[in-house]
């Protein structure tokens, strides 16, 4: 049954696919990438520029000041605020696209393409996209400053378990241990 | 009004009951029986018509293997109909005959897919190549293991397994020729674009349905006719429009270049990219 069903998901799968390519048919692919834009992009300041903008956003500083000065403001804070970090979390990737987009233009008419690599950096792409769709969820569910303790605490956690594995599993072979650790 | 609800019918009206519906069953079984020829013949003639063009317009030699794996379908669905009907005892053997051949094709026209999408885009093309390399490992792989663990491989468990094991292994290198199109951008021509889709919908269908049939037994038999058939006309009704006339496939734009080789690109790329995502997860 269980074969019957990976036939089944690889011939639907196929279908869904062409379907997908079928309802594309009408839209031009973006050969015509800005190579100027994605360049500026790539440069490192760009990041850097983002990420100030990032602590800027989704700092509680004035939050308190607002909670402070006029209490009255704050629903109307944290709805624009809202609004100003979706807004910066899909710059950012828009951003990435646009770097993953110059990139696939170049690497797929280059022979010295590595599939390593590429394969790495696909990863790392996606990875960033779910990260900004968990930051997405995060800000419309609890606000730009509560999301903020949320992960906060999920980092905590999960550093928390590291170290509670590791005390487990001390009683073990040091040498065994030393492989876990390096993994 | 005296109504009378089933539970109060008599045997006459629950006999009157099953006898129409076993009358509507008989129909409706002819229907598809006479749908199914239908489908047959009219698939037929639009792969004549299409080859007729494709002498016409003289672009046989730019898909010929395609075009010959047409040609070899037609000529095959033709004296299959008169094998059955003159020769029966002769039909089996030139079934599995004709069966072998025509899937060594099937191959042909997916290396023939693959040689046109990834022309010019070598970068692609060796990314395909490791995948491809890997799944065909893979699949060799599993096939050995069968082997050596002494189980009955698909050909001889069943031979409606066997062709269904030889469409998934198609399906799936055309699924991953699908996914480097949608991840590269690669753009497709009329020609190229209605090819896979006709060619990529028949072997989907007919993964579908070889399981289905494989999985229920006789009772599906009819409905994997029908199914055959009718994918088999669909396909034929997307490949005729496509190939009316020949359109040669876009060339890439090669206006976008940097002045890096690959592996500078590559690394910048990914540093951007963790960048970005760092700066997301930073902010909490």
């Given at each position: 049954?269980?074969?019957?069903?990976?036939?089944?998901?690889?011939?639907?799968?196929?279908?869904?696919?062409?379907l997908?390519?079928?309802?594309?048919?009408?839209?031009?692919?973006?050969?015509?990438?800005?190579?100027?834009?994605?360049?500026?992009?790539?440069?490192?300041?760009?990041?850097l520029?983002?990420?100030?903008?990032?602590?800027?956003?989704f700092?509680?500083?004035d939050?308190?000041?607002?909670?402070?000065?006029?209490?009255?403001?704050?629903?109307?804070?944290l709805?624009?605020?809202?609004?100003?970090?979706?807004?910066?979390?899909?710059?950012?990737?828009?951003?990435?696209?646009a770097?993953?987009?110059?990139?696939?233009?170049?690497?797929?008419?280059?022979?010295?393409?590595n599939?390593?690599?590429?394969?790495?950096?696909?990863?790392?792409?996606?990875?960033?996209?779910?990260?900004?769709?968990?930051?997405?969820?995060?800000?419309?569910?609890?606000?730009?400053?509560?999301?903020?303790?949320?992960v906060?605490?999920?980092i905590?956690?999960?550093?928390?378990?590291?170290?509670?594995?590791?005390?487990?599993l001390e009683?073990?072979?040091?040498?065994?241990?030393?492989?876990i650790?390096?993994? | 009004?005296?109504?009378?609800?089933?539970?109060?019918?008599?045997?006459?009206?629950?006999?009157?009951?099953?006898?129409?519906?076993?009358?509507?069953?008989?129909?409706?079984?002819?229907a598809m029986?006479l749908?199914?020829?239908?489908?047959?013949?009219?698939?037929?003639?639009?792969?004549?018509?299409?080859?007729?063009?494709?002498?016409?317009g003289?672009?046989?030699?730019?898909?010929v293997?395609?075009?010959?794996?047409?040609?070899?379908?037609?000529?095959?669905?033709v004296?299959?109909?008169?094998?059955?009907?003159?020769?029966?005892?002769?039909?089996?053997?030139f079934?599995?005959?004709?069966?072998?051949?025509?899937?060594?094709l099937?191959?042909?026209?997916i290396?023939?897919?693959?040689?046109h999408?990834?022309r010019?885009?070598?970068?692609t093309?060796?990314?395909?190549?490791?995948?491809v390399g890997?799944f065909?490992?893979?699949?060799l792989?599993?096939?050995?293991?069968?082997?050596?663990?002494?189980?009955?491989?698909?050909?001889?468990?069943?031979?409606?397994?066997?062709e269904?094991?030889?469409?998934?292994?198609?399906?799936?290198?055309?699924?991953?020729?699908?996914?480097?199109?949608?991840?590269?951008?690669?753009p497709?021509?009329?020609?190229?674009?209605?090819?896979?889709?006709?060619?990529?919908?028949?072997?989907?269908?007919s993964?579908?349905?070889?399981?289905?049939?494989s999985?229920f037994?006789?009772a599906?038999?009819?409905?994997?006719?029908?199914?055959?058939?009718?994918?088999?006309?669909?396909?034929?009704?997307?490949?005729v429009?496509?190939f009316?006339?020949?359109?040669?496939?876009?060339?890439?734009d090669?206006?976008?270049?940097?002045?890096?080789?690959?592996?500078?690109?590559?690394?910048?790329?990914?540093?951007?990219?963790?960048?970005?995502?760092?700066?997301?997860?930073?902010?909490?």
């Amino acid at each position: 049954m269980m074969f019957a069903l990976i036939f089944l998901a690889a011939g639907l799968g196929l279908l869904g696919l062409l379907l997908v390519l079928f309802l594309r048919m009408g839209a031009q692919p973006q050969d015509r990438t800005d190579a100027a834009a994605a360049t500026a992009l790539l440069a490192a300041d760009a990041a850097l520029w983002a990420q100030q903008l990032g602590d800027r956003i989704f700092s509680p500083a004035d939050l308190e000041f607002i909670l402070k000065e006029a209490p009255s403001l704050r629903q109307k804070l944290l709805r624009e605020r809202r609004g100003i970090a979706l807004l910066w979390i899909a710059q950012r990737k828009d951003a990435a696209r646009a770097v993953m987009r110059l990139h696939r233009a170049v690497a797929r008419a280059n022979i010295a393409l590595n599939p390593g690599f590429e394969f790495k950096l696909a990863a790392n792409y996606f990875a960033f996209l779910a990260a900004c769709a968990l930051a997405e969820c995060l800000v419309w569910l609890r606000g730009p400053f509560a999301s903020r303790k949320v992960v906060t605490s999920l980092i905590t956690v999960g550093k928390r378990m590291r170290s509670l594995s590791e005390e487990l599993l001390e009683g073990l072979d040091p040498v065994l241990l030393e492989e876990i650790r390096n993994r | 009004m005296n109504r009378r609800f089933p539970s109060e019918w008599g045997k006459a009206e629950k006999g009157k009951i099953l006898i129409g519906f076993s009358l509507f069953l008989l129909e409706f079984t002819l229907a598809m029986v006479l749908l199914t020829d239908i489908a047959f013949w009219l698939s037929n003639v639009l792969i004549a018509l299409l080859l007729i063009q494709a002498f016409r317009g003289k672009f046989f030699a730019k898909y010929v293997l395609f075009f010959s794996y047409l040609s070899y379908v037609l000529v095959v669905h033709v004296v299959t109909v008169y094998v059955y009907s003159f020769r029966p005892e002769a039909y089996l053997a030139f079934y599995w005959y004709t069966y072998f051949f025509g899937a060594a094709l099937g191959y042909c026209v997916i290396w023939e897919i693959y040689t046109h999408v990834l022309r010019d885009f070598p970068g692609t093309a060796r990314m395909a190549r490791c995948l491809v390399g890997v799944f065909l490992i893979g699949v060799l792989g599993a096939a050995l293991v069968n082997a050596f663990n002494g189980e009955a491989s698909g050909l001889v468990k069943s031979v409606i397994r066997f062709e269904r094991n030889l469409q998934a292994v198609q399906a799936i290198l055309l699924t991953l020729l699908l996914i480097l199109i949608r991840y590269y951008a690669i753009p497709l021509g009329r020609n190229l674009r209605g090819l896979i889709v006709g060619y990529g919908f028949l072997i989907g269908v007919s993964v579908v349905t070889l399981t289905l049939r494989s999985q229920f037994g006789v009772a599906f038999q009819l409905w994997w006719q029908y199914l055959q058939q009718s994918s088999g006309l669909i396909t034929s009704v997307i490949w005729v429009p496509a190939f009316w006339v020949y359109v040669p496939n876009p060339k890439p734009d090669v206006s976008i270049g940097l002045d890096e080789d690959y592996a500078a690109l590559t690394e910048r790329s990914y540093r951007a990219i963790a960048k970005a995502r760092a700066a997301i997860l930073r902010v909490f």
